[in-house]
């Protein structure tokens, strides 16, 4: 079935690479009536346009309590997703599977926690330069407080040379494809489209669960039939849910961690030392090229390669990239059971993928993103990081799962007390501290002990990214 | 080395008693620290308990259900001397619990005696029971996690950059020989006693000779079986019901707290004589299969779990079944639907309500949206839980052996070479045995078409 592009919105199928400058808003509806006329004024981009010809986008999202406010019934929001519904910090257990506590839990948030302003509407903001995104933005805001929102936070976002995350990676160059729209990649990254895309079927050959709506509920007819059950209309069809994570990122700590697990025994830095260590954590090396094809140094002809397998590329036993890396474990390809390095544990491992549609913020430390003038730096002032966005249908089974069972486990395939060292929550829903990074090695592996967490949360939320169509029936409706 | 076996007492709660007894055990949120009614953690023999609460139901004729109490641990053999530590340490514990259920001694008569008959009285056969490996005691899986802890510090005080594998263990071993709290280690762990392997080894020959002499008999019948089967698969109806919210919430609310999780559900029979011989049938063959086919470590690819038992309750009208696991419920229930299903679905089947199996094998869980729909619908809250090693994976524990195993003996380059290795990673499981490679390359999924 080819997916219906011109009612699914833009960011869920690209990532408008072209449109480097973006914003999200983060607003709180007060009038529901207004509202929905707000709603139905927003010129929202979907996925059938030309990059080329394309200069700004606006794409929205709306949290359980948002679609309460904006009329909806309780009988209908039943019908999403429990994860959904409970939201990203709704219960005790789904903080500690998330590794929410600390720093990084709900009740610190600068938005989207309890003692945070309900963030009912993301706004998607996205431009082709900073005077496209200023005056979209400015001209989104102007009209805020006449419709009756609220501004609770806003967002900025910026680009960083060469691609790069704070820490100083490439980052984006492993994306997944959606199986009928992303011809170029890989069959092995290649996932049924109802994996990311509600009502369509998904990587079991379901349709996974989503809002459907019955005929009266829908007098205007605005919504198409359900695919799988003609009795019904389809709220969800199109639509997918957004988890939205603001995660600063302390750059300085962690090359400073490098640094010190690498000195040599005079104590003096070694900078070589400090970027393997660095490279052996994120399974890449700065520059993209991923272990698995060069595991001793950068190599340029690799930085934009992501055409490989662990166990498929002779690396069953983590001694090029390590089993607890950053890479190998949020995507392990075809290293886990059943049957690693067979089909049946790629097709697995195809369960558990999401879409990533992040944009960094704040200034780098260094602009030339190199571990010797960010340690130079010293202290850097101000804010850095994530805010990390992605795509997925079933929350549970796709973003929670990657985040609880691989990136948190201190037991992830076989380790003892190594969660993600780059991102890992260093303990709250396994019961162990984690922070240990194991470096397989012949004729002995090496580790490093004691990481402290790199990676902190300051807000977030899971939204619904409705359809086009389920946009106009949003707008119209107080069913 | 004992092995393992599996107490499964269950007794019924005194009339009007049951929040009572719900409020002296908690949940397992409550207690996640320590639960000192009864002190499991002072049995050094146990390695997971539970007490569970069934809730009084009613089978499929209405016919009521009482509420009944469930003790369960999986500990080292004998399991009467399991059976006298409980009566005697953990006394005053058991009588708090049991003293609200149905034939327990009255207050004058609380002997260790008069409890342990008690217990055994009460004790349940499992009609399939799995374990992960057989033949680890939980001294013997404490001690060589201790031994893994002590090598790996003594390695990261060293610099063996640039020795060959064989001067590295040599390193290892005349560390472990310097240890004196250590030196158990150079000698690997007994097997389990002879008497019970010959015993294993009787049952494994007496069924598969049972199996061929009853085969051609059962070939003959197949196509009527077979249509039986099919005719009972498409008038059964699943349960599409939802548990509430609310039921969900307090399930997930004992979960991941640590390496390992706890799941017990229960359901009832499906009626009729064919289910009855079909289920029986398919029990023996559990058990024979976890017994001597998936004996290695792993569950036809599914290597999380370390116990797992499948009893019947209430004369046979409903059968519940209890796992101890690595990992949370979601990636547990992923398995059991990507790496397991066929074996899951053949015994999971008879039970009432059911996502709708195909040729007995297929369909069935790998509904993902039925079975994770259904599966709290059945599931039934543990009150109590307790694990002796809740920071350790069935891979932890069985490369800590591996680890052990090492210290001793002659080792080829090669040998030595993947020794070393799982001093940084243990995810190489040993291989399972002929028949379950060939069971786990059949693939289910492509072999039944129902429509």
């Not at chain 1, 166990?311 to 090029?320: A, E, F, I």
């Not at chain 2, 196509?223 to 969900?248: F, Q």
Request: glycine share 8%; net charge neutral; hydrophobic share 35%.
């Amino acid at each position: 079935m080819p997916l219906q592009v011109e009612d699914i919105q833009g960011i869920l199928l690209y990532g408008y690479g072209q449109l480097r400058h973006a914003c999200f808003l983060l607003l709180g509806i007060s009038d529901g009536e207004a509202a929905r006329k707000w709603l139905g004024t927003l010129d929202i981009r979907n996925a059938d346009f030309k990059p080329d010809e394309v200069h700004r986008c606006v794409n929205i999202a709306f949290s359980a309590t948002g679609l309460k406010r904006l009329g909806l019934s309780d009988e209908l929001i039943g019908e999403f997703s429990t994860e959904f519904r409970e939201g990203v910090a709704g219960t005790e257990h789904r903080q500690r599977i998330l590794g929410d506590t600390g720093e990084s839990s709900p009740d610190k948030w600068r938005w989207g926690g309890p003692r945070n302003p309900d963030a009912h509407v993301v706004l998607m903001l996205y431009g082709r330069d900073e005077t496209a995104l200023a005056a979209l933005l400015s001209e989104q805001r102007l009209r805020l407080t006449s419709f009756g929102l609220q501004l609770i936070e806003q967002l900025d976002t910026t680009w960083l040379p060469q691609d790069k995350e704070h820490f100083g990676f490439r980052d984006g160059v492993s994306q997944t494809g959606i199986e009928g729209v992303h011809t170029r990649t890989s069959p092995g990254n290649t996932i049924a489209a109802g994996e990311f895309v509600l009502g369509y079927p998904n990587a079991y050959g379901q349709y996974t669960d989503r809002p459907l709506v019955r005929e009266e509920q829908d007098p205007g007819e605005l919504l198409p039939q359900a695919p799988d059950d003609q009795r019904v209309r389809d709220l969800g069809i199109n639509g997918s849910y957004l988890v939205f994570r603001q995660l600063s990122q302390d750059v300085v700590a962690f090359w400073r961690c490098c640094d010190e697990k690498t000195r040599h025994r005079d104590g003096s830095s070694n900078p070589q030392g400090r970027k393997r260590l660095a490279a052996k954590m994120v399974g890449r090396w700065p520059n993209g090229t991923p272990l698995v094809r060069s595991p001793e140094k950068e190599d340029p002809a690799f930085s934009g390669d992501n055409e490989f397998l662990y166990y498929g590329s002779g690396d069953v036993h983590g001694l090029k990239c390590p089993i607890g890396s950053h890479i190998r474990r949020t995507n392990p390809r075809d290293s886990l059971e059943p049957n690693p390095g067979s089909d049946r544990s790629i097709e697995v491992g195809k369960r558990h993928r999401i879409i990533r549609r992040g944009r960094v913020y704040g200034a780098p430390v260094a602009r030339s993103m190199e571990s010797a003038d960010i340690l130079a730096a010293g202290a850097a002032s101000g804010e850095r990081g994530l805010h990390f966005l992605c795509f997925n249908t079933h929350i549970g089974r796709q973003f929670e799962f990657i985040q609880h069972t691989w990136v948190n486990n201190p037991g992830f395939d076989g380790l003892y007390d190594d969660d993600d060292p780059l991102i890992g929550d260093r303990g709250s829903g396994h019961g162990k501290p984690g922070g240990t990074f194991t470096i397989q090695a012949d004729p002995i592996r090496t580790r490093v002990t004691g990481l402290p967490r790199f990676v902190q949360v300051r807000g977030a939320g899971y939204f619904f990214l409705p359809g086009i169509r389920a946009l106009r029936f949003l707008a119209s409706s107080k069913s | 080395m004992p092995q393992q076996e599996a107490l499964t007492v269950i007794t019924r709660i005194r009339p009007g008693q049951v929040q009572t007894v719900k409020g002296i055990l908690g949940t397992i949120a409550d207690h996640r620290d320590d639960w000192n009614i009864v002190p499991f953690a002072k049995l050094p023999n146990v390695h997971f308990a539970r007490f569970v609460v069934f809730d009084e139901t009613a089978d499929l004729d209405g016919n009521p259900i009482p509420a009944q109490l469930a003790l369960m641990t999986n500990v080292d053999a004998p399991l009467d001397a399991h059976l006298r530590d409980l009566a005697t340490i953990c006394g005053a514990g058991l009588d708090t619990v049991f003293e609200h259920c149905e034939k327990y001694p009255g207050v004058a008569e609380r002997t260790p005696a008069a409890r342990f008959s008690f217990l055994r009285q009460h004790h349940t056969r499992a009609s399939a029971f799995y374990v992960n490996r057989q033949g680890r005691t939980v001294q013997q899986i404490l001690r060589e996690e201790q031994l893994r802890r002590a090598i790996n510090e003594h390695l990261d005080s060293i610099d063996l950059s640039g020795h060959s594998p064989e001067m590295v263990r040599g390193t290892i071993v005349a560390f472990i020989a310097s240890r004196a709290d250590l030196r158990w280690a150079l000698h690997p762990p007994n097997p389990p006693s002879p008497m019970w392997r010959t015993t294993e080894l009787v049952n494994m020959v007496a069924y598969a000779v049972l199996a061929i002499l009853i085969l051609p008999l059962l070939l003959l019948a197949s196509p009527l079986l077979i249509l039986l089967l099919r005719s009972h698969e498409r008038r059964d109806i699943p349960d599409t019901s939802r548990a509430s919210a609310e039921a969900v919430r307090r399930l997930r609310a004992d979960e991941d707290y640590w390496m390992q999780n706890q799941v017990t559900a229960a359901g009832l029979f499906k009626p009729g004589w064919f289910r009855f011989l079909l289920a029986t049938a398919i029990l023996r063959l559990t058990d024979y299969a976890v017994r001597h086919i998936y004996n290695r470590g792993s569950l036809s690819g599914l290597s999380s779990i370390h116990f797992a038992r499948w009893v019947p309750l209430d004369g046979r009208r409903r059968l519940f079944f209890s796992s101890n696991y690595d990992g949370s419920l979601e990636s547990y229930m992923d398995d059991f639907i990507d790496k397991a299903a066929w074996g899951l679905n053949a015994i999971f089947s008879s039970g009432d309500g059911f996502p709708r199996t195909c040729f007995l094998f297929c369909g069935g869980i790998t509904d993902e949206k039925a079975y994770k729909r259904f599966l709290p619908t059945r599931q039934i809250q543990s009150s109590v839980w307790y694990s002796s090693y809740p920071h350790l994976t069935t891979k932890n524990i069985a490369n800590n052996e591996a680890i052990r195993r090492g210290l001793s003996g002659h080792m080829s380059a090669d040998e030595t070479r993947t020794w070393l290795r799982r001093f940084g990673v243990g995810n190489q499981l040993p291989e399972s045995g002929i028949i379950a490679r060939l069971l786990d390359r059949i693939r289910w999924d492509r072999l039944c078409h129902c429509k």
